[in-house]
């Protein structure tokens, strides 16, 4: 009986990527590279081409992947009908590219949906979507919906004065952009258990960083502009508003008996990279208000959970912090945007949990998570001559369209 199921599934599903790629592949096929026309105000747009993309992960979701329960979890998204990215998709014409564009509206931070309509009348949902005649563009408010007060306003900002940028012929490419001029491209491309991904751009004006460590996930990268940060977050709008650029190592955390098992300790260490002057007697006793009674602070120290956290000031506009002493050797110069390297596992990873641990991997999102990061062997970055290359490799006989489908689906579950 259950491979009766089985089978049934299988058909059921089949029929549906047959019917879909029959839609797919009746299109005109899109230009090597094409300019694309976005609002002044962008400073991030992803690319992706759905017939591409499909195209692509079928052969790893059909003749690789051998899990089915992946497949029916699939199509239960895909039907679902309770998803508010498929209803936005649906007024788009899927035989074009579909962007993914950061903005500012109203001197709001938005994400918005830009495409083709399908020709469907998209009039029902006009709180929604902005559409102009001119270029047959169509766009959806992908954080809640246009304001009526202003909507003719907020259409002359998507419209008015755009900029011109010119996509390459990927399935799947990002771009960041500063002051109306392309800075940075990524380009994923996918190779057996490896994710490679192509960077280019302008070089950065140098400034410190930390030199990766065994052991360790490391993150380097300028910081542009806070993207829809966490109200939370905006608590410390002090610092990110003169933050250029951060480094990190990350260690993991560890929970200790005698503390809150639900506030881990984590293990690192950062440099703050400002625009202007910032002590670190300032930036303590700021930090320290929003730690409450628990933390203690010292001249350079700040105590928190039995866990010391070092203070320096490199020079007057770069702080180093973390759970280690400053040392000068562990800090190089850099010029480049973006930098990536070491183990992703360590982000999740949490010591001394005991029984408690049992209990977080019921939390989905951190199972799912920590899983994805642990099919990661390591990432490595690869100069080259006129761009860097960030390869993620993953274990072996892993595949890692499958494992981002089923993170996607854990994550959206």
């Known amino acids: 009986m259950k491979i009766a199921r089985n089978i049934f599934n299988y058909f059921i599903i ?13 299109i005109k096929k899109p230009e090597a590279n094409c300019n694309v026309f976005i609002p002044a105000s962008t400073t991030n747009v992803i690319q992706i081409k759905p017939k591409a993309l499909v195209t692509e992960l079928l052969p790893d979701i059909y003749l690789k992947n051998k899990d089915i329960a992946l497949i029916n979890s699939i199509h239960s998204y895909l039907f679902s009908g309770k998803k508010a990215s498929t209803e936005t998709l649906f007024y788009f014409d899927l035989n074009y590219p579909i962007y993914l564009v950061h903005c500012k509206l109203n001197n709001q931070s938005t994400w918005l949906c830009k495409g083709k309509p399908n020709g469907k009348s998209f009039s029902k ?7 102009s005649k001119k270029g047959n563009d ?3 408010n992908l954080d809640g919906t246009f304001s009526a007060n202003n909507r003719e306003q907020l259409k ?10 010119l996509i390459t012929n990927e399935s799947l490419s990002a771009y960041s952009i500063s002051n109306g001029k392309l800075k940075n491209k990524y380009i994923p491309q996918f190779m057996d258990n490896k994710i490679s991904i192509l960077t280019s ?36 709008n002090y610092l990110t508003d003169n933050l250029i650029g951060f480094s990190i190592n990350y260690y993991g955390a560890e929970s ?17 990279s400002f625009k202007k002057q910032f002590l670190i007697d300032s930036l303590q006793k700021r930090i320290v208000l929003h730690f409450g009674n628990e933390a203690k602070t010292y001249p350079g120290k700040i105590e928190f959970y039995e866990q010391n956290y070092y203070f320096h000031q490199i020079d007057s506009a770069t702080i180093y912090i973390g759970s280690y002493s400053f040392q000068s050797t562990k800090i190089k110069l850099a010029n480049q945007s973006f930098q990536m390297t ?5 982000l999740t990873q949490i010591k001394n949990l005991g029984l408690w641990g049992t209990l977080l991997n019921l939390i989905p999102s951190y199972s799912s998570s920590d899983y994805f990061f642990k099919t990661i062997k390591t990432i490595e970055k690869k100069e080259g001559t006129n761009n860097t290359t960030i390869q993620i490799e993953f274990k072996p006989r892993t595949i890692p369209r499958i494992e981002l489908i089923r993170l996607f689906l854990a994550l959206n579950s």
């Open 14 to 26: 089949t029929f549906f990527w047959c019917g879909l790629l029959y839609s797919l592949f009746w």
């Open 125 to 131: 949902k006009p709180s929604k979507y902005i559409y």
């Open 138 to 140: 169509l766009y959806a």
């Open 156 to 165: 002359k900002e998507i419209f008015a004065d755009p900029i011109r940028l």
């Open 201 to 236: 751009g302008e070089n950065i004006k140098e400034r410190k960083i930390l030199i990766n460590k065994p052991n360790s996930f490391h993150l380097s990268t300028d910081f542009i502009e806070k993207i829809n940060l966490p109200k939370s977050i905006t608590e410390y």
């Open 256 to 272: 200790n008996a005698k503390t809150d098992f639900l506030s881990p300790v984590p293990k690192f260490e950062s440099i703050l």
């Open 342 to 346: 070491g183990e992703p596992k360590y």
